[in-house]
Every structure is written in C-alpha cells, then in structure tokens.
C-alpha cells in the first residue's frame, strides 16, 4: 500500500510557537505538496517542492515556511503561529510533474489558541 | 488564486440518480484530475483526463475536458450512498497541483 504520514492528526498550539507539520511519503515521488482546508475556500496550496532543497511558493505561503532535505520528508513550518492559522493541513506527493495521481495523507487538524 | 472552481457549490440527490458537476480553470494545464474528500479525510484520486483527451470513463464516472472553454465535468451515473462526498476538481501545469473550492455531493437514500 503506497502511503503518505503525517505526524499528527490533531495538534493544539498557543499563538507565537513555532509548529512543525511533518509529512513522510514512502513512493520516492518527486514532487511534494502543502495544502490548507478551511470551509468553503477548499484547498489552498501553501507550497510545492519539486525535488530535494527544492521548494516554491504557492497561493498563500505568508507566515509559513518548508523544508525538503531528503526526498520522502516534507516539513512545514509556523514560524509563529497565529489564530487564523488554525485550519486543515494536508500534505501530497506526486510523481514528476504530477502527470499520474497524487496522493494524499490523512490531514492534521490544528488548532492555535 | 485557486486556479479551479466547481459548480455547483453543493447538489443533493436521491439514490440512483446521476450527479454531475462542473470545474472551469484559468490557465493552460498538463493534465485535470477529479478527487473526493469524505468528511474530515484526506483526498483519494478518482481519475485523470489529459489535455489532449476529451472524454474518459470509469466504472460509474465519466469526465470530459473542453480546453477551448477551459473546463470539465465529472458525471456519476446511478449514484448510492456512499457517493456523499466532497468532489474537487485539480488542475496540473508544470509542477503545480491546484485545486477548486468543490462541490459537496448529498446522496439521499
């Protein structure tokens, strides 16, 4: 079974930590991605990383930031998390150029309070 | 902005019925990608219709692509129950996955 982990499920935070969403996929995929969910708005590209150090910024990437060191690990990360940061995260990854399906983790519902 | 948008926003149907629904994209794309989301999952694939296709089936699903309008659809035939989900249309060009707000699919039985 291909698979894409992420860390957690739920995560409470208080505003200003530092958060780190980690995200593990085990299909040697080229291409990872970052998404938030909120109601209505449906999903929002944070960013993108085409191979390893790579990494591009994608619709809404402010107050969030990425790291790609080895290819099956994508990370991102609050520098400072805020209220309006509480939301939906999922993590994908795709083959290059995501030119067959992309698969998703179970998401991580966070919470900053 | 999102690159994709669903229409309608959310459909309501009675077991047995078709559903359909429709994304318009902006740009020029690789290939279009239709995704369903049940409730507070991740998103699991249901099929992929390149740019240089226009129509593609399977099993119950049937979509086809306009490039020229710069849209698709996605067609459930007979649909259960267990059809009730979010369904997204995902747009590809370059590197970038870029998804619509959705369209939430109520099956009554």
């Known amino acids: 079974d ?6 957690s499920r739920y995560l409470v935070k208080r505003t200003g930590e530092k958060v780190f969403l980690e995200c593990v996929q085990d299909m040697d995929h080229e291409n990872m991605f970052w998404y938030r969910q909120d109601p209505g708005l449906g999903l929002r590209l944070i960013y993108f990383s085409y191979d390893v150090k790579m990494k591009e910024k994608g619709d809404i990437p402010e107050g969030y930031s990425v790291s790609r060191e080895k290819k099956e690990r994508f990370s991102l990360i609050l520098e400072s998390a805020s209220t309006n940061q509480t939301s939906m995260y ?10 067959t399906e992309a698969f998703f983790g179970q998401g991580t519902r966070l919470t900053v309070v | 902005s999102q690159q994709g948008e669903e229409d309608p926003q959310a459909l309501s ?22 995704y369903r989301q049940n409730s507070g999952r991740g998103l699991v694939h249901l099929i992929l219709i390149r740019s240089n296709e226009r129509e593609k ?4 699903l049937r979509v ?4 020229s ?25 370059d590197y970038k996955l870029s998804f619509g707000a959705g369209t939430t699919v109520t099956v009554r039985a």
């Open chain 2, 13 to 34: 149907i009675q077991e047995g019925e078709n559903a359909t629904m429709n994304c318009s994209y902006k740009t020029s794309i690789n290939n279009l990608q239709w």
């Open chain 2, 64 to 67: 086809t692509l306009d490039t």
């Open chain 1, 90 to 99: 999922l993590c994908a990854s795709g083959t290059g150029s995501v030119r």
């Open chain 1, 2 to 7: 291909v698979k894409v982990t992420q860390s």
């Open chain 2, 69 to 93: 309008k710069k849209s698709s659809s996605l067609l459930i035939t007979a649909s259960w129950a267990a059809d009730t989900a979010s369904y997204f249309c995902a747009t590809v060009g």
């Open chain 2, 57 to 60: 089936h399977s099993g119950r």
